[in-house]
């Protein structure tokens, strides 16, 4: 399952992801990881046995604490995916572990931390009973934005542990520079 029901172009995502251009890389985490969490019990109530995705959420919290290094936490990645994959007939269940693996690269960089929001929303609306996908894009979106509104005021009080390329703060934020790349390709087109 790679159709994603929005997309770093929807306009329901924008404000978020001008609120994720002004944040560093450890609030980044802190945010995908929560955000992680939420959209997890979609695969686990669906497929209990399979503990690869809830793994993954573990090893990238280990990563952010310096605890592993990025191969195992690129493991933990990769059978998430392939967890998704296995049950890629379960639309819901497919996206929810997709967000899992974006949620361990969100350690690496900052600009898959929205793919934890997008492959989020799309879990909760193909898990949605009654309720339209318009109904249920919006209340995600509000709970991600807040989410990141909240890890924007916590972020800056949690002193770790951290993993040493985590604690570095003049490193430039990724999805800001991926916006302004994106920008001049577009000016440069007309």
Not at 36 to 53: C, K, Q, T
Not at 142 to 164: C, H, I, M, T
Request: a positive charge; glycine letters at 6%; charged letters at 25%.
């Amino acid at each position: 399952m790679r159709k994603l029901l929005v997309t770093r172009e929807s306009a329901c995502l924008q404000p978020m992801l001008s609120l994720i251009e002004e944040q560093n890389h450890r609030t980044l985490v802190l945010w995908s990881l929560d955000c992680a969490r939420h959209v997890l019990p979609i695969f686990e109530e669906r497929y209990p046995s399979d503990g690869r995705p809830g793994q993954a959420i573990v090893a990238a919290e280990k990563w952010a604490r310096g605890e592993i290094k990025m191969p195992e936490a690129k493991k933990a990645a990769h059978a998430a995916h392939n967890s998704a994959t296995a049950v890629e007939f379960d639309l819901a269940a497919c996206a929810s572990a997709r967000a899992m693996g974006h949620a361990v690269g969100s350690v690496h960089v900052e600009t898959h931390a929205i793919g934890v929001v997008m492959y989020g929303i799309t879990a909760f609306v193909y898990s949605a009973k009654a309720e339209s996908a318009e109904n249920v894009i919006s209340r995600e979106c509000k709970w991600f934005y807040d989410r990141l509104v909240y890890w924007e005021s916590q972020g800056k009080k949690d002193k770790g542990p951290w993993a040493s390329f985590l604690l570095r703060e003049d490193t430039p934020n990724k999805e800001k520079l991926l916006r302004l790349k994106q920008e001049q390709r577009e000016s440069g087109n007309r």
